[in-house]
């Protein structure tokens, strides 16, 4: 089967039933070494006409994906299919969704380039934020209008009224985005959702590389959403101890919530006190307490042990660094970077006043994290283009901003892993203003990037 190709777009269309037994009449290594040579924008695998698949039927397409991904850099994933088609694709590849999914292909073609400027008014939900960023970002730059449900409940009422709408989007989801390790929230927080009887295994299934490059980049508060666990044993016990000193040195904070004594030993509880975890009853003694979230995600340790010097690897991707946050900041402003300077050294700002940041690690294969410096009114102009308002609340600021730099770090990911480096990256961890990253930031060294957009300054910085 080879791919019927149409204004740019490569759409396969299989038929009947899709699995392993049968996957290779619909694609042969011919079909995919023809299809990495097309020169197309997307190459898309149309569901609509298939009754039944299962990961094995699916796998052949998505190894397709990634060579094609490799050859020329084209959007790739599936499309036409129905919500519970939606589903069993997120289930099957729920650690590595790496390519798109597009309800339709009239979805899909609102992300070709070869259907810019068309001027559709697109109204878009995700349960993921970022997930609803990137999209509003993408189809903002193609010269569509937009329109973001920020809830299921505003997206049923909004969608009933079909005809304001040239086309609705849902289930929708773009390849380059899908860190679903943790789950940002007002404050620079993490919270870990842990739950039945933690025992050894707890040491297998945290992922402590993502925690440790969490700290890295500044996170310093972390919450365990322990509402659904049972109890622990003392391998649980002494996992949690030894986070909490690793964690301390930080000066991070790690807070307990809703977890019950009742079937674990009250010692256990004093011993993680006496480690520094924290105890709350209700996750809203913390999320509802500014001063109180101000207090325990203060960043203001000295990362003694994370001073390293960038390695070879890294200074040869800096170009894909630098792409992958230049095309978001243009998407943004509607114009063009111009790089005024760079040096490698310890990170320099001029000038602090009216300006925000945020900072965002990536781990595997290389790691490291990238720190960006904003002027304030870079992130309204982002903020007014995702909720679709004018807005000078510094928290929702913050929390755009975090939305944007999600997409820099997803661009990253997508980037290196077309020249072969597996990583994942940590959520952005954001400051309100400067001197709180450079709390952060301290003696580390690294490439300094100053750019400009329409006059306004703004800051890269590529660091260990």
Known sequence: MRALVKDGIGVFSPQGFLDGNNVISFLSIDDIEATAKLNVDMILVSLK?????????????????????????????????????????????????????????????????????????????SEDKSQRAAMAIELHDNGHNPIIAQTQEEFKTKSKNANAYDVIIENTYLGQMGQKIATRVTGNAIIYTVSSFLDTQIGNTFNIAYHNNSLNVGFRLFIFDAFKVVSMNVHALNFFSKLASS????????????????????EFKETLEDAGILFYEQMEEILDNKELLKELGASSATNVKNKRTLNKVIVTELPNFIEATVETIEMMTNSKAIKDAAKVDKIEIKEKDGKIASSIGFYG??????????????????????????????????????????????????????????????????????DALLEVAQEKKGVQVDLSFNDDKFLFFLTR
């Open 247 to 266: 964690s301390a040195e930080y000066n991070a904070t790690i807070c307990f919530v809703g977890l019950s004594f009742e079937k674990t030993p009250i």
């Open 365 to 434: 294969d290389i790691d490291g994290m990238v720190m960006l410096v904003f002027p304030i009114e870079i992130a309204k102009q982002a903020c007014e283009l995702l909720i679709g308002e004018e807005t000078n609340d510094t928290e929702m600021i913050l929390d755009t901003l975090a939305e944007l730099v999600n997409i820099v770090g997803g661009k990253i990911k997508t980037l290196l892993g077309e020249q072969g480096h597996r990583v994942d990256i940590t959520l952005p961890r954001t400051y309100p203003n400067v």
């Open 49 to 125: 006409k298939v009754v039944f698949f299962n990961r094995n039927g699916l796998d052949a397409f998505v190894k397709m994906f990634a060579k094609v991904r490799a050859a020329n850099h084209a959007t790739v994933g599936f499309c036409d299919y129905d919500e519970k088609k939606f589903t069993a694709i997120n289930k099957f590849y729920k650690d590595d969704l790496n390519f798109s999914l597009f309800s339709s292909y009239a979805v899909a073609e609102l992300f070709a380039s070869s259907f810019k400027d068309k001027n559709k008014n697109v109204l878009l939900y």
